[in-house]
């Protein structure tokens, strides 16, 4: 059993930086793939980072490529999701996702993560 809590939403201004952080319990977070999702208000929950559980593999959505950059610290249990340049589009509910995995290639789809975070709010202002 994994339980996750994000940290780290707001109000940003258009331009501006984040950091998102998830932490996981269970003392065996090293095998487990995370994934950073967002839901935006009458849109359908959407993938926009993952990273493997050695942290070799890193995938993101095109919308965030080169905006974004998610790591993980296996020794200190967290999952971090650096937000840069920010965009209204950007706005939505954070949720970060587990699943027991030791591949290097990452899925993309919610419902391939059993265990979820609460979410937090990220709000880009124009």
């Known amino acids: 059993q994994v339980r996750l809590a994000e940290s780290g939403g707001g109000l940003v201004q258009t331009g501006g930086s984040l950091r998102l952080s998830c932490a996981p319990s269970g003392r065996t977070f090293n095998s487990y793939a995370m994934g950073w999702f967002r839901q935006a208000p009458g849109k359908e929950q959407e993938f926009v980072a993952g990273?493997?559980?050695?942290?070799?593999?890193?995938y993101y959505a095109d919308s965030v490529k080169g905006r974004f950059t998610v790591s993980r610290d296996n020794a200190k249990n967290t999952v971090d999701l650096q937000m840069n340049s920010l965009k209204p589009g950007d706005t939505a509910v954070y949720y970060c996702?587990?699943?027991?995995?030791?591949?290097?290639?990452?899925?993309?789809?919610?419902?391939?993560?059993?265990?979820w975070g609460q979410g937090t709010q990220v709000t880009v202002s124009s």
């Open positions: 990273i493997s559980a050695s942290g070799a593999g890193t």
């Open positions: 996702a587990a699943r027991l995995s030791l591949s290097n290639s990452l899925r993309l789809t919610p419902s391939e993560y059993p265990y």
